[in-house]
């Protein structure tokens, strides 16, 4: 049957499985549900019922029960609803079996009575490797780090370090990095697994290793980590303290994780919400995380309301002139957010440097000027076309160049400031760029106007 599931891709194996589980079919569950991949596995335990799951707990072993949740992204309050459910022995068990970085990141979700429980029901070697990680900070290398790495001694030879090799390979998260360290546990070198492998026995490990070794300080940030790791292509990264020491490794795996994160925590406030919204989120959850940024884009949008209340005189003796406000505004507005992205992007992935700043803001407000001249010289055209309004045209097209100037040189310096002020450059969101760059458009277009009014009426 486990045949038949995985190769009919018209058979829905959560129907079966759900069946399996109602029958309490343990050995034909057993063999349907381990036959899947671990994401599948993963995705099934995420959306069946809290009564399938208990049953689950009594077919399958801690250990499998973990393997799946390591796959498996689930928000913390999912972690607590799962918890809550499992038995505390199963549970802790369960956590054993995990990697200890996967370990503590779940752990993270729980409320501490909850945690210091499980701690307790654990071997005491396995909980104080976790109490050791679980106290830095979620978004530093410390945070994502694991203590399950292969080390040998720089004095050792190649036949001894296979020894150690052997010995610490079944906890370790990789092998393919040897870490080398000297009697004080400073890392003073690194060998890949084939390094080892086609050396001599007799050699020594200080005679092979590379001593240029590539590491970052407990204390990095995670976006930091994963900027040294994608430059550098590596696998896995060590992680000192402030005196060389080996503290743990970060591997490839927790960086997707990362970038991942980064990425939508980037778009978020690019789009002007606090935090991505979930397709699980309520109403009032999904209102929460947008109403902040809205309400300061209201306050941000009555002052253009009372910039054009200003200009209402103007208006009244040449009401075409509100014809062109929506054009200005959104032109300006969309060139601000194009730069902004840009400018951003280039920030978040370390493409833009001191020395660069400056080069970049003016590349921007040429960029600007040129699209603003290109969309200009197109709509003073059709403006005489349509409304043989050639001053009208030209006051429009001073305008349009003047704000998609203007907003491309914000929308590149206003990231760039909050960059070099220590503060997110994407919270510089792209509805507040295009507000901004309303208010400035609007000030300028109708600047203009009332200057050359006598030449309009």
């Not at 979700?109 to 945690?115: D, I, N, R």
């Not at 030879?157 to 090799?165: D, F, H, K, S, Y």
């Not at 990425?263 to 959850?285: M, R």
């Not at 450059?425 to 295009?434: D, E, L, M, N, R």
Request: charged residues 20%; aromatic residues 8%; proline residues 2%.
């Amino acid at each position: 049957m486990a045949e038949e599931v995985m190769m009919d891709g018209a058979l829905d194996y959560k129907a079966t499985l759900d069946e399996l589980l109602q029958r309490q079919d343990i050995d034909q569950f057993r063999e349907v549900f381990l036959e899947l991949h671990l994401y599948d596995q993963g995705e099934y335990f995420s959306e069946t019922s809290e009564a399938n799951r208990q049953i689950m707990y009594q077919f399958l072993s801690p250990q499998e029960i973990a393997e799946l949740l390591e796959t498996t992204e689930l928000d913390d309050a999912e972690y607590d609803e799962i918890f809550d459910a499992m038995d505390a022995r199963y549970a802790s068990s369960m956590i054993q079996e995990m990697s200890l970085d996967n370990a503590v990141d779940i752990l993270k979700t729980l409320h501490k009575t909850k945690l210091a429980s499980l701690l307790t029901l654990m071997q005491q070697s396995t909980a104080e490797e976790i109490k050791a990680l679980i106290h830095y900070e979620e978004d530093t290398a410390g945070g994502l780090m694991t203590t399950e790495y292969i080390s040998v001694d720089a004095y050792s030879t190649v036949r001894e370090a296979m020894i150690q090799l052997k010995a610490q390979a079944p906890q370790a998260e990789t092998i393919y990095y040897i870490f080398v360290l000297n009697e004080q546990k400073q890392l003073v070198g690194v060998l890949s697994l084939r390094d080892l492998i086609v050396a001599e026995n007799d050699e020594y490990i200080e005679e092979i290793m590379y001593e240029r070794v590539i590491s970052v300080n407990v204390a990095d940030d995670q976006e930091d980590v994963a900027n040294v790791m994608k430059d550098y292509d590596l696998l896995a990264l060590p992680v000192v303290d402030y005196q060389n020491h080996l503290l743990g490794i970060i591997t490839i795996d927790d960086i997707i994780d990362v970038m991942d994160e980064e990425a939508s925590e980037d778009y978020s406030k690019l789009a002007g919400v606090s935090d991505i919204d979930s397709t699980d989120d309520s109403i009032f959850a999904t209102a929460r995380k947008r109403l902040p940024w809205l309400l300061a884009l209201t306050v941000m949008g009555m002052i253009t309301a009372s910039i054009l209340g200003q200009f209402e005189d103007t208006l009244s003796k040449v009401a075409l002139l509100a014809a062109f406000i929506p054009l200005i505004g959104g032109m300006a507005g969309n060139s601000g957010t194009q730069s902004l992205a840009v400018v951003v992007r280039g920030i978040s992935t370390g493409e833009i440097d001191e020395q660069s700043k400056f080069k970049l803001a003016l590349r921007e407000a040429g960029s600007g000027f040129i699209t603003g001249l290109s969309c200009a010289i197109m709509l003073f055209i059709i403006i005489c076309v349509l409304y043989r309004q050639p001053v009208l045209g030209l006051i429009v097209c001073f305008s349009l160049t003047i704000a998609m100037t203007v907003a491309t040189l914000a929308g590149a310096m206003v990231p760039l400031m909050m960059h070099r002020l220590k503060i997110d450059p994407a919270v510089a969101s792209g509805p507040f760029i295009s507000t901004t760059n309303d208010i400035i458009s609007m000030l300028i277009y109708f600047g203009l106007a009332t200057t050359f009014m006598s030449y309009l009426t």
